[in-house]
């Protein structure tokens, strides 16, 4: 799906007048974390200033990150640590997004209603707080190989490794994946359990380099059983209209910044913000975003060029 802009995408770096005319469209700033604000653990300089001079001005700030292996609250303290005060009203994360949809959204049957979990603490952070049941996750027993016995058990659907009242495979980034997980998730889909990726960013960025992302979790599962997993972070609209709910904004007051393209850009484009913005220290490069398929309105070098503008 093409979301190619007429006019070419506004290079905003060094534009001092550019800036602060884009800077005044808008009132609220959805930020992505992962690649915008830092890479890893690594906070990009004059990141917190910038946050700080837009909420000097009076602008929602919001986090909307696909990083599905941290909880809003495990968000909250990253982003305190790094001196970037905030609330967990103000974070949305795909864990989030993934576990309000399963409780909320979904009708399971009630002998269906636990979750098979390919992810970290974020995940079953969010769904426990949703009471949703689940298994897997970070659970060591599921961090081991495959052994001969295992093969019979699932190819026959025993109990002990199959269980009845999973109804869901939930896939999200996870540091520990492995072939045993695959087989189960594989098995759960094939028994009826509805496929469910928390995203599918094919990368993660983190220390200035790609590592393999969510979408590498679940790309397996997608060769193996040919369909694609319902995915709820961005670009899915879930997430934004989970926060229209909560802030009540004007879309066309508000600009989603990020560093990807084909979640960030499309997620703002496809939500008919008022702006997109797109920063080059992340996943997508200045061709992707000047002239691919999915285009910002305008993009930075990095964030903190907003801090050019002298607002
Ligand atoms: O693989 C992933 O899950 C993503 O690369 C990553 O976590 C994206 O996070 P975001 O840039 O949305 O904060
Ligand atoms: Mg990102």
């Known amino acids: 799906m093409s979301h190619s802009l007429s006019t070419e995408p506004r290079h905003l770096t060094g534009d001092k007048a550019g800036l602060r005319e884009f800077l005044d469209k808008f009132d609220v700033f959805l930020f992505d974390c992962d690649g915008v604000l830092w890479s890893g653990d690594h906070c990009f300089p004059g990141t917190v200033e910038t946050l700080e001079l837009l909420r000097k001005n009076g602008k929602q700030v919001v986090f909307v990150t696909n990083n599905s292996t941290k909880s809003r609250a495990d968000y909250r303290k990253k982003l305190e640590a790094l001196g ?34 390919i992810g970290e603490t974020g995940i079953e952070q969010e769904l426990r707080s949703e009471n949703v049941p689940f298994i897997g ?71 200035g380099a790609l590592f393999p992302g969510a979408g590498s979790m679940s790309a397996p599962l997608i060769m193996m059983l040919g369909q ?40 703002g484009l496809e939500g008919k913000l008022g702006g997109t913005l797109g920063v080059l220290t992340g996943v997508s490069s200045k061709d992707n975003f000047v002239s691919g398929p999915v285009r910002p309105h305008a993009y930075l070098d990095k964030l903190s060029d907003l801090l050019e503008s002298d607002y």
Do not use: W
């Open 137 to 207: 996750g970070t659970d060591p027993a599921y961090r081991r190989e495959i052994t001969p016995e295992d093969y019979k058990l699932v190819a026959a659907g025993d109990e002990s490794i199959i269980d009845p009242e999973v109804g869901v495979v939930l896939v999200g980034l996870d540091f520990h994946i492995n072939y045993l997980k695959h087989a189960l998730a594989y098995h759960y889909v094939k028994r009826g359990a509805i496929f469910l990726a928390t995203n599918i960013d094919s990368t993660l960025p983190s220390s």
């Open 228 to 267: 694609e997993p319902t995915a709820l972070g961005k670009p899915s609209q879930a997430m934004m209209d989970a926060i229209e709910g909560k802030f009540q904004f004007d879309r066309s007051r508000a600009c989603m910044v990020g560093d990807r393209a084909n979640t960030d850009i499309r997620f």
């Open 84 to 117: 970037i005060p905030s609330n967990v009203e103000e974070i949305f994360s795909s864990s989030y997004s993934s576990s309000i949809y399963i409780s909320r959204i979904l009708q399971l049957p009630e002998n269906k209603r636990k979750v098979f979990v």
